[in-house]
């Protein structure tokens, strides 16, 4: 009996359920004001709306994370394409420097005038004595382009040495500052005649001076044209001291030379002119005075 009562209970509460529901059902679609959702429109929205809520910030938020993340992948791809260029424009700026500082030095170089009867080949250092760093130096033009045994090497700044070695692409030049090297020079202001030795440097040794000749520090020294490898008047150096030893028939002094040898790329090869005459008695005798010389 306990049973029936409780079954019928539940029959009852189901049939109000269901009749509770047509009711708000039809009120729904009775409902005069369309734009209006009702009651079961309101308790389904009350229901829905927080977790409706929730969905849309977790969507906002996705999309947020990922074009996040697209724009990281963009930026990266940005910075290495940026990276490569600022390397590449590097590159180019460097080789456009010393495109620059090699043009610099070729204008230094073509201010150099050549003494009459004679034509320049410009030609460029390609090696150095390991031994000796002011010993000798290999150049890139040889007997192809003219270049001949003894002919003199200078730069605008003033004399290097004077060719030894001689192949068909390729000449050696012997520095003024060895010490087997020796070339006839004179003191431009005063003319007075002397030698000039190599001490294995940019510091050269000039020597047999008049006791009484004028030279002061700071004179110019020239080559005399003596010798016939170097013409005249090309600049050697500066003097720096003078040496005055007591009972000294003879002047000693200090020279600098004018061309630095330690930042030497490019040079200028003197070769005599093909139409010019040849040597004269003069010029005989002073090439026999620069063999005895070492010029």
């Known amino acids: 009996m306990f049973d029936v009562i409780i079954a019928r209970r539940r029959i009852a509460v189901l049939v109000g359920l269901i009749l509770f529901t047509l009711a708000l059902l039809t009120s729904q679609v009775r409902s005069a004001d369309r734009r209006q959702v009702g009651p079961l429109g309101t308790a389904v929205l009350t229901v829905l709306l927080p977790i409706q809520t929730g969905m849309a910030h977790v969507a906002d938020a996705g999309t947020r994370w990922w074009r996040l993340y697209t724009e990281i992948g963009r930026l990266r791809q940005e910075n290495a394409r940026l990276r490569s260029e600022v390397e590449r424009l590097s590159q180019d700026l460097t080789v456009v420097r010393e495109q620059a500082i090699s043009a610099r030095r070729m204008e230094r170089l073509l201010e150099f005038r050549p003494q009459p009867g004679y034509r320049t080949v410009a030609a460029r250092v390609i090696a150095r004595d390991a031994e000796r760093w002011f010993s000798t130096l290999l150049v890139d033009r040889g007997s192809r382009d003219g270049v001949r045994r003894n002919a003199a090497v200078a730069t605008a700044d003033g004399v290097?040495?004077?060719?030894?070695?001689v192949t068909p692409t390729a000449a050696r030049v012997l520095l003024i500052g060895d010490s087997r090297s020796a070339l006839s020079v004179i003191v431009q202001r005063s003319r007075e005649a002397g030698i000039v030795e190599g001490r294995g440097g940019e510091m050269l040794h000039l020597k047999y001076l008049s006791r009484t000749g004028d030279v002061a520090a700071g004179d110019l020294v020239v080559t005399s044209g003596l010798g016939g490898v170097f013409p005249r008047g090309l600049v050697?150096?500066?003097?720096?001291?003078?040496?005055?030893?007591?009972?000294?028939?003879?002047?000693?002094?200090?020279?600098?030379?004018?061309?630095?040898?330690?930042?030497?790329?490019?040079v200028v090869i003197l070769r005599e002119r093909a139409d010019r005459g040849g040597p004269g008695p003069n010029r005989m005798a002073g090439q026999a005075a620069g063999r005895r010389c070492g010029d």
């Not at 290097?160 to 070695?165: A, K, M």
């Open 160 to 165: 290097i040495g004077r060719v030894i070695e």
């Open 236 to 266: 050697v150096g500066r003097i720096v001291t003078i040496n005055r030893e007591p009972g000294a028939l003879q002047l000693e002094a200090e020279v600098k030379s004018a061309a630095s040898v330690a930042r030497l790329e490019e």
